[in-house]
T-cell receptor, first 113, second 113 residues
């Protein structure tokens, strides 16, 4: 079964700072990769996804993530965060052909105005 | 995407009782899933709700404790039976879309006293 690791569970940043959240997974086969975001008081939303092709994927609100197959990683980045990016971010993976998602423990990101 | 609603949004229940959570989707979907998010933890898949057949449970989850119904392609229920304080969690349903994406409902926050 696949597993997902996210580090630095709590991240505090000032506005305009750059954000990078690490995600590593353990699974030897082909995977689909996702980042979900949960804003305060809201439900989980899909931020971006990778299935195949260009390993650099762009999502909503200026976020991007890069799939590095050799490192089993799918790190999330945003060059300049805003206060509205305060949220919890979850990395998730499923094996190709299998809908069952495995989630990381999440990163709680707080952006200080 | 899909519009997913859950009822109730939250509940406080006594130990030993059962609670049934409903999940309604605004369009027909093939795949529906139930997850649990315990305090401070990530999302864990409980089961896949199959229309017209028994749910498929993940390791550590059993039908007697978490019976699931899926009477049609837009609706599912999850029952948390014989509850204990350890069952206090957020329970989420999700639906699968093309390319293995999943979209999540708002969740049901359950507190067992």
């Amino acid at each position: 079964a696949q597993s997902v690791s996210q580090h630095n569970h709590h991240v505090i940043l000032s506005e305009a700072a750059s954000l990078e959240l690490g995600c590593n997974y353990s699974y030897g086969g082909t995977v689909n990769l996702f980042w979900y975001v949960q804003y305060p008081g809201q439900h989980l939303q899909l931020l971006l996804k990778y299935f195949s092709g260009d390993p650099l994927v762009k999502g909503i609100k200026g976020f991007e993530a890069e799939f590095i197959k050799s490192k089993f990683s799918f790190n999330l980045r945003k060059p300049s965060v805003q206060w509205s990016d305060t949220a919890e971010y979850f990395c998730a993976v499923n094996a190709r052909g299998n809908n069952r998602l495995a989630f990381g423990k999440g990163n709680q990101v707080v952006v200080i105005p | 995407s899909a519009v997913i609603s859950q009822k109730p949004s939250r509940d406080i229940c006594q130990r030993g009782t059962s609670l049934t959570i409903q999940c309604q989707v605004d369009s027909q979907v093939t795949m529906m899933f139930w997850y649990r998010q315990q305090p401070g933890q990530s999302l864990t898949l409980i089961a896949t709700a199959n229309q017209g057949s028994e749910a498929t449970y993940e390791s550590g989850f059993v039908i007697d404790k978490f019976p699931i119904s899926r009477p049609n392609l837009t609706f599912s229920t999850l029952t948390v039976s014989n509850m204990s304080p350890e069952d206090s969690s957020i329970y989420l349903c999700s639906v699968g879309r093309q390319f293995y994406e999943q979209y999540f409902g708002p969740g049901t926050r359950l507190t067992v006293t």
